[in-house]
């Protein structure tokens, strides 16, 4: 399978080879699938590819709802001390 984009999240090498090991396990113990560490990273490459922009743009949108709320806060209270 050749790729047409590299994958769009990049991990740490030790944080990238716990992924694949956690992935082979769970092929290898809920699905009787066993891979070998190249298929395991093609997928992992793929969810990166695929979901991972998904997840972040949650993320910000949930990073700036909560900044929001926090500057609404802060506005308020420095409403409330204006001197008259």
């Not at 090991?21 to 009787?32: H, P, S, T, V």
């Not at 590819?49 to 209270?77: C, K, M, V, W």
């Amino acid at each position: 399978m050749s790729r047409s984009k590299p994958p769009v999240l990049k991990l740490d090498p030790a944080v990238q080879q716990a992924a694949c090991e956690g992935l082979k396990r769970l092929l290898d113990d809920r699905f009787e699938v066993r891979l070998g560490s190249f298929e395991v990273q093609e997928i992992i490459d793929f969810f990166a590819q695929e979901l991972a922009p998904h997840y972040y743009n949650r993320a910000i949108a949930d990073a700036q709802t909560l900044l929001s709320d926090r500057f609404t806060g802060i506005e308020s209270d420095l409403w409330a001390l204006e001197k008259s």
